[in-house]
C-alpha cells in the first residue's frame, strides 16, 4: 500500500473479500464522478414514422472514468441503484438535461421533448416538486420533458406510484412506459397510471424480421396502445426492414441506430441543425 497515489484507494483489510473492496472503490469512484463532473449525457434522436421528422429526444447517461475510459450505464446503474446514489445521479441527469434542452431551444433549434430515464428509487413522494423546480430553474416549458419508467418502477408500491405519477402528470409532462412488454407486472396498470406512451422493449424489435411471435407481440402492443389511446415508440431500430414493418403496422415513432445512435451534445446540437434545414 505504501506508493498508491492519492486518487488510488485500494482496500484490503483481511476481514474484506475482494468483492467488498471492489464494490467500495466503486462507490468512492462513482461518488467523486460526481463531484468532479465525469458523467455525460448523450442524446439520441426519435423520429416520427409518418415523415421521418425529429419528435424528441432520449437522455442517455456515461461515465467518462479517468481509470476506465466511458463506461456504459449497464456497468453502473445498477450498483447506483443498490446503493442509493442513483438519487443524486439522476438529480443531475434530470437538471442537465432540463437545461441542455432549454439551451437548444434558445438557439432556434426544434422545440423538442427530452426524454429522461427514472430509476424505480427516483420515482417518490419528492420527486414532483424536484422536477418542477428543474423546470423552473431551467425555464423549460413542461411540456418538452418525458420521463421514461419501466413497469417494474411502479410495481413496488402501486398505491404510493400512482399518485406521485398523477403529481407528476399535474406539471404538463409527458410519461412513457419504457421496456415495454418484459417485465412481469399485470396489463391492469395500464388503465390507472397517467401514462402517455408505450415504448416496445429492442428485443423483440431485433427479431421481427425473422420471429414469428416478435413480430406479433410487436404488432399486438401497437393495436394494445393505440385502443389505449397511447403513442408507441420501437426501441432499437436497426435497419430499413424493421422500420418498414414498423410503418406498415402503423408503429407512431422510432427510435435505434438506423436514424441516430445516442451523440454528444455537439455532434446531437449539428444532427438537429441538419435536420431543422
Ligand atoms: P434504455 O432506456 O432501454 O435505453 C436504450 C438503450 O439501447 C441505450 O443503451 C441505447 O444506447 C441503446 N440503443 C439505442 N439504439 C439502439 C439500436 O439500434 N440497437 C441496439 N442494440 N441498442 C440501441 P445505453 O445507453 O447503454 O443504456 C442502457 C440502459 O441504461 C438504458 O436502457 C437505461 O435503462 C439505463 N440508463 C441510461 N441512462 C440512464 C439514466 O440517466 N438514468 C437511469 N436511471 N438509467 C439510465
Ligand atoms: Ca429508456
Ligand atoms: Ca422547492
Ligand atoms: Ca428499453
Redesign the pocket.
Known amino acids: 500500500a505504501k506508493e498508491q497515489g492519492r486518487n488510488n484507494f485500494q482496500f484490503f483489510a483481511p476481514w474484506m473479500d475482494t468483492q467488498v473492496s471492489n464494490r467500495l472503490e466503486m462507490l468512492i469512484n462513482l461518488r467523486r464522478a460526481l463531484d468532479q463532473e465525469e458523467f455525460k ?2 442524446y ?1 434522436p426519435k423520429l416520427s414514422l409518418k415523415d421521418g421528422s425529429v419528435i424528441g429526444a ?5 461515465w467518462q472514468s479517468p481509470e476506465q475510459g466511458m463506461v ?3 456497468r453502473f ?1 445498477p450498483f ?2 443498490e446503493t442509493g446514489l ?1 438519487l443524486p ?2 438529480e443531475w ?1 434530470l437538471r442537465t438535461a432540463c437545461h441542455q434542452n432549454k439551451r437548444w431551444q434558445q438557439a432556434g433549434l426544434p422545440t423538442i421533448p427530452v426524454a ?4 424505480p428509487r ?1 420515482l417518490n413522494q419528492s420527486l414532483p416538486e424536484f422536477v418542477s423546480d428543474v423546470l423552473r430553474q431551467s425555464g423549460l416549458d413542461a411540456s418538452c420533458l418525458e420521463l ?1 419508467i ?1 413497469e417494474n418502477v411502479v410495481m413496488k408500491d402501486a398505491e404510493k406510484s400512482v399518485a406521485t405519477l398523477h403529481a407528476l402528470k399535474r406539471l404538463g409532462l409527458q410519461i412513457s412506459v ?2 415495454f412488454g418484459t417485465g412481469y407486472s399485470s396489463l391492469s396498470y395500464l388503465r390507472r397510471f397517467p401514462v402517455d406512451a408505450l ?1 416496445i ?2 428485443s423483440f ?2 427479431d421481427i424480421v425473422r420471429d414469428a411471435d416478435s413480430a406479433a407481440i410487436v404488432k399486438a402492443i401497437i393495436s394494445l396502445a393505440h385502443i389505449l389511446n397511447l403513442r408507441v415508440i420501437a ?4 435497419d430499413e426492414e424493421q422500420h418498414a414493418f414498423l410503418k406498415e403496422n402503423a408503429c407512431d415513432e422510432v ?4 436514424f441516430g ?2 451523440m454528444t451534445v455537439e455532434d446531437f446540437t449539428a444532427w438537429l441543425t441538419r435536420q431543422a434545414g
Not at 432520449?58 to 456515461?62: D, K, M, S
Not at 426501441?235 to 436497426?238: C, I, K, M, R, S
Open positions: 449525457l448523450y439520441q432520449e437522455a442517455l447517461i456515461r456504459p450505464p449497464d446503474i447506483a441503484e442513483i445521479i439522476g441527469v429522461v430515464n427514472l430509476s427516483q421514461e419501466t419504457d421496456d415504448k422493449d429492442k424489435v431485433r426501441e432499437g431500430v436497426e427510435q435505434g441506430y438506423f445512435k445516442p
